[in-house]
C-alpha cells in the first residue's frame, strides 16, 4: 500500500499514532519510508513523538516564560505535556513563578477561574441521571475478594528489614483481624496478659499449633533474643554513625556463617551483662 496523506490519516484516525507503526502497516520498513510518515503527520499539523531539535529547545527557552504551553506546542507541532516535560529539563519557569507567587499577576489569565464562578452541579448533591442506577454499588455490597469469618490469610512483615517474617492472619469478624498464632492461645488459655507476648517455640511462624506457643514476658522475650544469632550478627555488622537498627547487609551475612565469631561476641555480651548486674546489685 502507498505512502499517501490519506492512507497515512486513515490509520491515525484508527489509533495507530507512532509513525514507525503506520509504515509498517503500509508494507514498509526503510528509514526513508519512516520518514515520509512523519513528514506527512507534521504536515498535517498533528503532533508525533520525536527528538527535540536545539533550534525547538531555543524557543522553548525564549517562549516559554511569556507564552502558555499550549501555545507553543501548537507552533512546534508539540503536545502540551511533551512542552513542559522540555521546559523543566532546560530549568525555565513563567515570569510569574521565578520568584514564587506574586500577588496580581497571572501566568495564564485565560485559563484562571473567574471571580465568582459558580460550577454548573452546584446544589444538586446525589445527583443522579435515569438508566445509571444498575451500574451503582447497591448498599451492603462487598468486593468479590471479601473472605469468611474464619478465613486464614498470610501477610508478610518487613519492618525495615532485608529478610522478612511471614505471619498467619485469621478474620474474626467483619473488617477485623488477628493473629492466628494470638487467637489459638486466647482460645485455649485465655486473654494474653499485660506486658506478656505469644512466641513460637521452634521459631516457625508457619507453626500455630498449641504446642508450638509459648506465652512469655516481653522482658523474657528480650532476654532470650539478644542470645540468638541472629540479634549477634546485626551487632557485629550495626553501621557507625546510623540509627539504631541499621546494619551492613553483606556483613550481616558473613558474620550470621562465621558460628566462632558470633559465640565469643555471645561470651562477651554474658560477661558484659554479669559485670554490670555484679556492680549494680
Same mark, same amino acid.
Given at each position: ?41 507534521? =504536515? ?8 527535540w531539535t536545539e ?22 507541532? *508539540? ?5 513542559? *516535560?522540555? =521546559? ?6 513563567? *515570569?510569574?513563578?521565578?520568584?514564587? @507567587? #506574586? ?8 485559563? #484562571?477561574?473567574k471571580k465568582g ?19 451503582? @454499588? ?138 554490670? #548486674?555484679?556492680?549494680?546489685?
Amino acid at each position: 500500500m502507498k505512502i499517501t496523506k490519506a492512507n497515512v490519516l486513515r490509520l491515525y484516525r484508527r489509533g495507530i499514532h507512532s509513525a514507525t507503526k503506520i509504515a509498517r502497516k503500509l508494507g514498509h520498513k526503510t528509514r526513508e519510508q519512516r520518514f515520509l510518515v512523519r513528514r506527512i503527520l507534521i =504536515a498535517a499539523r498533528i503532533p508525533i513523538r520525536r527528538r527535540w531539535t536545539e533550534t525547538e529547545r531555543e524557543q522553548v527557552r525564549l517562549l516559554y516564560p511569556d507564552i502558555s504551553a499550549a501555545a507553543i506546542a501548537k507552533g512546534l507541532i *508539540r503536545t502540551v505535556s511533551g512542552v513542559y *516535560r522540555e =521546559a523543566h529539563k532546560l530549568e525555565v519557569h513563567p *515570569r510569574s513563578l521565578r520568584g514564587g @507567587f #506574586e500577588k496580581g499577576i497571572h501566568a495564564w489569565p485565560a485559563g #484562571e477561574f473567574k471571580k465568582g464562578r459558580q460550577t454548573w452541579n452546584k446544589g444538586m448533591k446525589g445527583l443522579s441521571f435515569p438508566g445509571c442506577e444498575r451500574t451503582q @454499588f447497591k448498599k451492603g455490597h462487598l468486593p468479590a475478594t471479601t473472605l469468611y469469618d474464619g478465613a486464614v490469610t498470610i501477610r508478610t512483615d518487613w519492618n525495615g528489614r532485608h529478610d522478612y517474617r511471614q505471619y498467619k492472619w485469621i478474620r474474626m469478624a467483619k473488617a477485623k483481624w488477628g493473629m492466628l498464632h494470638v487467637f489459638v492461645w486466647e482460645h485455649f488459655c485465655g486473654p494474653v496478659p499485660s506486658g506478656h507476648i505469644v512466641v513460637f517455640a521452634n521459631g516457625d511462624t508457619m507453626n500455630c499449633r498449641l504446642d508450638n506457643l509459648r506465652c512469655i514476658s516481653r522482658m523474657q522475650h528480650a532476654a532470650e533474643t539478644r542470645m540468638k544469632d541472629q540479634y549477634i550478627a546485626k551487632c557485629l555488622s550495626h553501621v557507625c554513625g546510623q540509627g539504631k537498627g541499621q546494619y551492613d547487609h553483606d556483613l550481616y551475612l558473613h558474620v550470621l556463617g562465621d558460628k566462632s565469631l558470633i559465640e565469643a561476641k555471645r561470651r562477651q555480651l554474658a560477661l558484659r551483662r554479669a559485670i554490670r #548486674e555484679q556492680v549494680h546489685g
